[in-house]
């Protein structure tokens, strides 16, 4: 029993040493809850529409809109210094989705930062909360392109901005429509 208890002395004490000694991981690396127990919470920007949504809000928010959203790491700073990453979510966007949606509560901004798959939820979870507070601006049975062209200007102004009328930029409309008829040829 004793040479027993010394083997395993030898064996475990290493080992706790190890675990002791190792370091928290970053959120990159935090298991998260199934993707499909955080995306069925999204009512209005569901996983089909939302693959829609984020390719365009990458191509107008993006510094690399030809490239997938995936090609711009969520730390990146707009020139603006307010937006993050290939949607350019702000932290006060984000404090909405907290607010909002029960399973970002334990996720602080630097998590979101951290993690593309935070990240990303995080940005599905801003444009279902822009959805669901633009319904009165959305036809029923409205197309994606549709969709696009209320949430983007909603993206930019943020909701009391669109809700106010005031008027995206001509720019941004042009770029809007681009999007749209290059998705249509590619298709």
């Not at 700073?77 to 909002?100: C, I, M, N, W």
């Not at 909360?129 to 930019?156: M, R, S």
């Not at 106010?164 to 008829?181: D, L, M, N, Q, Y």
Request: charged share 20%; proline share 7%; no cysteine.
């Amino acid at each position: 029993m004793l040479k027993r208890l010394r083997i395993t002395n030898i064996i475990l004490l290493p080992a706790l040493v190890i675990i002791l000694q190792a370091k928290p991981l970053s959120a990159g690396f935090f298991i998260l809850p199934e993707p499909q127990l955080f995306q069925s919470q999204f009512q209005y920007a569901n996983t089909q529409l939302w693959e829609y949504l984020r390719l365009g809000l990458t191509y107008l928010e993006s510094p690399e809109p030809y490239s997938p959203p995936e090609a711009v790491a969520p730390t990146y700073v707009h020139p603006d210094s307010r937006g993050f990453g290939t949607y350019g979510l702000s932290p006060e966007a984000y404090e909405d989705v907290q607010r909002f949606y029960v399973s970002f509560k334990d996720y602080n901004w630097q998590d979101i930062l951290s993690s593309p798959q935070l990240y990303e939820l995080a940005n599905q979870a801003f444009a279902d909360l822009l959805l669901q507070n633009l319904q009165d601006y959305i036809p029923q049975g409205a197309t994606q392109e549709q969709v696009f062209d209320i949430i983007h200007k909603a993206w930019n102004l943020g909701l009391t901005g669109f809700k106010s009328g005031k008027e995206t930029v001509a720019s941004r409309i042009k770029r809007a429509e681009e999007f749209k008829v290059a998705w249509r040829e590619n298709r």
